[in-house]
């Protein structure tokens, strides 16, 4: 689950990480009265969306010259334009495809002086299985750019859960930003806190870019971007109050109701497998035969009929698919309960693309034996292999 960037400064500040003041504003008035409260006389005027990349964005309804997503303003007429601009128009990005995304929120935040910019993420390092730190010097809108040509710019290290953040790790964040002084003392303690904020709310990623130092020789988080555990959630129920599911894929939305693990894809074969290395496998060999799955759908061991009625129906929505396989190895999960909510889903949107189905494990025959008395048109595969080749083929053949 990901929250808005002036929901993550609140957050962070409840830790003690030192942000300017700002304000959200769902409306211009509301973007004009929040200047109001701020010393200026210089603010910044943010789009809130869920993506990266709004400084160098642009809105699909205004002309090409027009400025991005974030805006300089140093009167409140200046607050007042851009926010009507902003607001309720599409603004797209490098993280958010040629759809872009429909702004509905601001961030009113006093402006500050930069002298220079760092960046500071802590993630979780799956490969060691502890909070990694990503510190570099080369803060700001372009750190793609320099992940990408200077690696060498960026500096990694990971805390071992057993001892916690200690002043050592402090020290090497200062160390890696090159700061010395009172500046490493507040590098060393901000550090900190914001490792305290990682563990307190089961946070997945915290990305601050940048971190600015600022003419006073103050540190100060001048955007951030926050990511939780969704598993973890049942622990923070005033975390939860903060989603914005204006913000989520409709379908991966409708998907979540159900507890079901889907994510959209670019291909045009829908999946529907249950267990999610048998859906990696099943992409994959979809991709082997020439042609790009859809989504990612693991319909978990336990499904019930109503739950793959859901799925399917979710599959079909996306107006991409060209047709469908779906692959199942029943343990817990029954084959004639798959089978029963195939049909029943088919069924209930008037299915009109090509629909390969592989049945292996529990209850597979009475699987089978409903499938082929549904009078619908259903191709039955004997095994994977067969049934990527069999859906490629139908797929091509209805083209």
């Known amino acids: 689950m990901n929250i ?6 609140e957050l962070l500040a409840k830790y003690g990480v030192p942000v300017p003041a700002g304000f959200a504003a769902m409306s211009v008035e509301e973007a004009v009265e929040a200047s109001k409260k701020l010393p200026g006389p210089l603010y910044v005027v943010k789009a809130q969306i869920h993506a990266g990349g709004r400084g160098k964005g642009k809105f699909k309804e205004l002309p090409a010259e027009a400025k991005g997503g974030v805006r300089l303003a140093k009167t409140e007429d200046e607050v007042r334009h851009a926010a009507t601009e902003m607001l309720g128009n599409t603004l797209v990005t490098i993280q958010t495809g040629a759809a872009g995304k429909q702004v509905n929120r601001l961030y009113v935040t006093d402006g500050v002086d930069i002298a220079k910019e760092f960046y500071l993420a802590l993630l979780v390092d799956r490969a060691t299985g502890r909070v990694a730190f990503v510190v570099s010097t080369e803060g700001g809108m372009d750190i793609e750019t320099v992940a990408h040509d200077t690696p060498e710019k960026i500096h990694t290290f990971d805390v071992d859960p057993a001892t916690g953040f200690m002043p050592h790790h402090g020290r090497a964040v200062a160390n890696a930003l090159g ?18 904020a990682f563990l307190g709310t089961d946070a997945s990623q915290i990305e601050i870019n ?3 130092v600022t003419e006073d020789n ?12 969704s598993n973890s959630m049942f622990r923070h129920k005033d975390l939860m109050e903060l989603r914005d599911e204006t913000e989520e894929d409709p379908m991966e939305l409708e ?5 079901l693990a889907y994510i959209k894809l670019d291909g045009d074969i829908g999946c529907m497998v249950n267990g999610a290395g048998l859906a990696m496998a099943t992409m994959d060999i979809i991709k082997l035969n020439g042609m790009f799955p859809a989504n990612f759908l693991d319909v978990g ?10 799925a399917f129906k979710i599959i079909l929505s996306d107006p991409a698919v060209k047709g469908i396989l779906v692959n199942i190895f029943g343990g817990i999960m029954r084959c004639d309960i798959i089978a029963e909510g195939i049909v029943a889903a088919a069924k209930e949107v008037n299915l009109s693309v090509p629909l390969v189905v592989r049945l292996e494990g529990t209850n597979v025959q009475q699987g089978k034996d409903i499938l082929a008395n549904s009078g619908l048109p259903i191709v039955a595969a004997n095994d994977l292999g067969d049934a990527a080749q069999k859906i490629v083929a139908e797929v091509k053949n209805a083209a």
Do not use: I, R, W
Not at 218 to 224: P, R, S
Not at 301 to 308: D, L, P, R, T, Y
């Open 210 to 212: 940048p971190l600015a």
């Open 218 to 229: 103050k540190l100060m988080v001048l955007d951030a971007k926050v990511g939780f555990d």
């Open 301 to 310: 061991g336990g499904a019930n009929k109503e739950k793959v009625t859901a």
């Open 4 to 9: 808005h960037e002036y929901q993550a400064k």
């Open 179 to 196: 700061l010395e002084g009172d500046l490493a003392k507040q590098a060393q303690s901000l550090a900190g806190k914001v490792y305290d």
């Open 255 to 259: 998907a979540s109701k159900y507890d």
